[in-house]
Every structure is written in structure tokens, then in C-alpha cells.
């Protein structure tokens, strides 16, 4: 049995579902059920024994002792964050609050629970941090992609945050000798994304008809990971990870903003075409930057094929295809997260960026 933190979440709910498409191994899956956690995301699992449900919060350390005493899992496996930059920069206390002091907690009643371990047990326990490239910084265009090397320069408070936690799991390993593994992914993308990162967030505003807001001249540049190619990446780093070693992982493709909403667009051009016949590219509304917004980060992701022999399955063409129809065979699950709250938090966001 292993505990998956924030496994309603993206990333999280795509992880609990490839696990049980790889393994009969149960899951004691602990969310707290924030805005981006979506139980309709696991309705699969609905009546399946292996799958526990607990809502709550990493950081109840006493919920989170009482969970390990209980379940005795063999691994943690934690995705529990908040994790988007322009709501980091709108209210930065919760960033610090989960991603700092709940995973300061987390790590605490791990701890205490590891200590306690039979030898054999302490031995093959695992603890699996996942956090994100955006710990990195900013990358100049001609500059070599980040490695696991790379000097720490997060300019977020949502990046922040998150090396704040990478530092909390690498000293617990370092001082007390809590077997850890972390990684650090670009950005994810896939079926269940919740609609307010970018390609999830053009889908939905292109098939409601609403404008496709592109943040500054759209030349951001990032790495785009298909989520089921980061979910079998995690499964072989906790497989066969080294104790306290960091795993960057991407999908090796770099793509500016502005080329993502494009291909976007000509794919719903091909399988939902507008009424009248006009490109959708034709909603595409250029606003306000976001403050301090980098402008490239790229993974170098040759350890983990080096030294665990993981590489994507999927190229940038074949997952945003599959992530397009998703979003078209699923507009019931995207009605039902836009929720009044998500209304207000679009609102919000780009109403003054116009």
C-alpha cells in the first residue's frame, strides 16, 4: 500500500489511476479537497477497494500520523500543493501555508512514523517529493536547460514556496535519514487539467466563444510534459531512484506560449469547427503581463533516462491531440468545475489586463 497526497488534484488523480492501470497495490489517497481537487476526477474508482479516500490536509500532522499508524504504507508519494503562479502572486499566504508549513508537517509525521519501522520495513520505505522546474528560474534563450545541478533562483512566490519544500525534504534526508527521492517536472499538461492554466484554459474559452488571452507578445517559453508520461516517470523513480537524489523530468519540447495557442486552435479548427468557419485563432486577445513572469525554462531530462532508463512515450503532436479530444468528449466534467468560484477567479485575473 502507498499514500498519495493531493490525489484529486491534476497530476495527483492521473498518478491514482495509471497506478491501479499498472498495480493491484491499494492507495490511501489524502486531499483536501481545495478548488483544483476534483473527486469527479477518480469516479472510476468509485466502488473500488483499493482506492481509500481520506479528505484532509498535509498539514494535520496528527490526521496524517493517524493515517500512516493505521495503513502502514510502504511509500509516500507527495503531489499535495498549491500550485499556480498568478494566484501565488493575487494571495501568496496559502503558498507558504501548504507548500511550506504543510509540507514541514508532513514530513514530521512521516518521520516519526519511518522511525518506528521494522528494519526491513525502514529500509524499503519511500518518500517521493514532486515538485517543479519553476524552482529553477528564468532561462535566457541561448542558456543550457536546467539539470539537477542547477542553482536554485525561484522568482514566484509560488516557486518560491515550492524550493522551500525541495530544501525541507533534502535536509530531512540529510539530517535524520528519511529515504527520499525528489523530482522537478516541467509543465504538465493532459486529461483533468483544471481550466485556469493555459492550455485547458484555451480550450474551454474557445469553445464557449470568449476571448484567448495571451499574456504579454505570447514568446514565453516552456516544456510541455504529457501528465501520463509524468505518471510513469514518478512509478520508475520510486521504483529504482537513488536515496537523495533529484530527477528532473520533461518532455523535450519547448514551446512559446503564443505557439501552443495556435496549434491549440488549428486542432479545434479540425475537430470542432466554429459555426461560421472562421479560425478560432481569430479570439486570440494579446493582455497585460503577469508581474516578473519568466520568460524560458527548459528541462534537461537526460539523468533519469541515464540512470533509470525513463523517456517520454509522447511527443509534444501526439498528447495535445489527445488532450484536445479529451476536452471535447468531456464537457460535462469541465461544466462542472466551473464553479461560481472559478468564475470569480477568471474575472479577477484578467479583467484588468485587458
Same mark, same amino acid.
Given at each position: 500500500?502507498?499514500?498519495?497526497?493531493?490525489?484529486?488534484?491534476?497530476?495527483?488523480?492521473?498518478?491514482?489511476?495509471?497506478?491501479?492501470?499498472?498495480?493491484?497495490?491499494?492507495?490511501? %489517497?489524502?486531499?483536501?479537497?481545495?478548488?483544483?481537487? *476534483?473527486?469527479?476526477?477518480?469516479?472510476?474508482?468509485?466502488?473500488?477497494?483499493?482506492h481509500i479516500f481520506v479528505q484532509g490536509d498535509i498539514g494535520d500532522a496528527e490526521l496524517v500520523g493517524k493515517i500512516l499508524a493505521e495503513h502502514r !504504507?510502504?511509500? =509516500? =508519494?507527495?503531489?499535495?500543493?498549491?500550485?499556480? =503562479?498568478?494566484?501565488?502572486?493575487?494571495?501568496?499566504?496559502?503558498?507558504?501555508?501548504?507548500?511550506? =508549513?504543510?509540507?514541514?508537517?508532513?514530513?514530521?509525521?512521516?518521520?516519526?512514523?519511518?522511525?518506528?519501522?521494522?528494519?526491513?520495513?525502514?529500509s524499503g520505505f519511500r518518500f517521493l517529493h514532486v515538485s517543479t522546474d519553476e524552482v529553477y528560474g528564468s532561462l535566457a534563450k541561448d542558456e543550457p536547460?536546467?539539470?539537477?545541478?542547477?542553482?536554485?533562483?525561484?522568482?514566484?512566490?509560488?516557486?518560491?514556496? $515550492?524550493?522551500?519544500?525541495?530544501?525541507? #525534504?533534502?535536509?530531512?534526508?540529510?539530517?535524520?535519514?528519511?529515504? #527520499?527521492?525528489?523530482?522537478?517536472?516541467? %509543465? %504538465?499538461?493532459? !486529461?483533468?487539467?483544471? !481550466?485556469?492554466?493555459?492550455?485547458?484554459?484555451?480550450?474551454?474559452?474557445?469553445?464557449?466563444?470568449?476571448?484567448?488571452?495571451?499574456?504579454?507578445?505570447?514568446?514565453?517559453?516552456?516544456?510541455?510534459?504529457?501528465? @501520463?508520461?509524468?505518471?510513469?516517470?514518478?512509478?520508475?523513480?520510486?521504483? @529504482?531512484? $537513488?536515496?537523495?537524489?533529484?530527477?528532473?523530468?520533461?518532455?523535450? *519540447?519547448?514551446?512559446?506560449?503564443?505557439?501552443?495557442?495556435?496549434?491549440?486552435?488549428?486542432?479545434?479548427?479540425?475537430?470542432?469547427?466554429?459555426?461560421?468557419?472562421?479560425?478560432? &485563432?481569430?479570439?486570440?486577445?494579446?493582455?497585460?503581463?503577469?508581474?516578473?513572469?519568466?520568460? &524560458?525554462?527548459?528541462?534537461?531530462? &537526460? $539523468?533519469?533516462?541515464?540512470?533509470?532508463?525513463? $523517456?517520454?512515450?509522447?511527443?509534444?503532436?501526439?498528447?495535445?491531440?489527445?488532450?484536445?479530444?479529451?476536452?471535447?468528449?468531456?464537457?460535462?466534467?469541465?461544466?462542472? #468545475?466551473?464553479?461560481?468560484?472559478?468564475?470569480?477567479?477568471?474575472?479577477?485575473?484578467?479583467?484588468?489586463?485587458?
Amino acid at each position: 500500500m502507498i499514500l498519495v497526497t493531493g490525489g484529486a488534484g491534476f497530476i495527483g488523480s492521473n498518478f491514482v489511476l495509471d497506478w491501479f492501470a499498472q498495480s493491484e497495490e491499494s492507495v490511501i %489517497n489524502l486531499d483536501k479537497l481545495t478548488y483544483a481537487g *476534483n473527486l469527479e476526477n477518480l469516479t472510476t474508482l468509485k466502488n473500488d477497494p483499493r482506492h481509500i479516500f481520506v479528505q484532509g490536509d498535509i498539514g494535520d500532522a496528527e490526521l496524517v500520523g493517524k493515517i500512516l499508524a493505521e495503513h502502514r !504504507p510502504r511509500a =509516500v =508519494v507527495n503531489f499535495a500543493a498549491e500550485s499556480h =503562479v498568478d494566484r501565488s502572486i493575487h494571495g501568496p499566504g496559502e503558498f507558504i501555508q501548504t507548500n511550506i =508549513v504543510g509540507t514541514f508537517n508532513l514530513l514530521e509525521a512521516v518521520r516519526a512514523y519511518w522511525s518506528g519501522l521494522a528494519i526491513a520495513e525502514k529500509s524499503g520505505f519511500r518518500f517521493l517529493h514532486v515538485s517543479t522546474d519553476e524552482v529553477y528560474g528564468s532561462l535566457a534563450k541561448d542558456e543550457p536547460a536546467f539539470s539537477e545541478t542547477k542553482r536554485y533562483e525561484p522568482n514566484s512566490p509560488y516557486s518560491a514556496s $515550492k524550493a522551500a519544500s525541495d530544501h525541507l #525534504v533534502r535536509a530531512y534526508h540529510h539530517t535524520y535519514g528519511l529515504p #527520499v527521492v525528489t523530482t522537478n517536472c516541467s %509543465n %504538465n499538461y493532459g !486529461p483533468y487539467h483544471f !481550466p485556469e492554466k493555459l492550455i485547458p484554459l484555451m480550450i474551454v474559452n474557445a469553445l464557449a466563444g470568449k476571448s484567448l488571452p495571451v499574456y504579454g507578445d505570447g514568446q514565453q517559453i516552456r516544456d510541455w510534459l504529457y501528465v @501520463k508520461d509524468h505518471c510513469s516517470a514518478i512509478r520508475r523513480v520510486l521504483a @529504482k531512484g $537513488k536515496l537523495g537524489e533529484v530527477y528532473n523530468i520533461g518532455g523535450w *519540447n519547448e514551446k512559446a506560449n503564443l505557439d501552443i495557442v495556435h496549434t491549440v486552435c488549428a486542432l479545434l479548427d479540425e475537430l470542432s469547427p466554429r459555426s461560421d468557419k472562421k479560425s478560432y &485563432r481569430e479570439q486570440i486577445t494579446f493582455v497585460t503581463d503577469r508581474p516578473g513572469h519568466d520568460r &524560458r525554462y527548459a528541462i534537461d531530462a &537526460r $539523468k533519469i533516462e541515464r540512470e533509470l532508463g525513463w $523517456k517520454p512515450a509522447e511527443t509534444f503532436e501526439t498528447g495535445i491531440r489527445k488532450t484536445v479530444r479529451w476536452y471535447l468528449d468531456n464537457q460535462g466534467w469541465v461544466s462542472n #468545475v466551473q464553479s461560481g468560484d472559478y468564475r470569480k477567479w477568471v474575472e479577477k485575473n484578467y479583467a484588468s489586463r485587458a
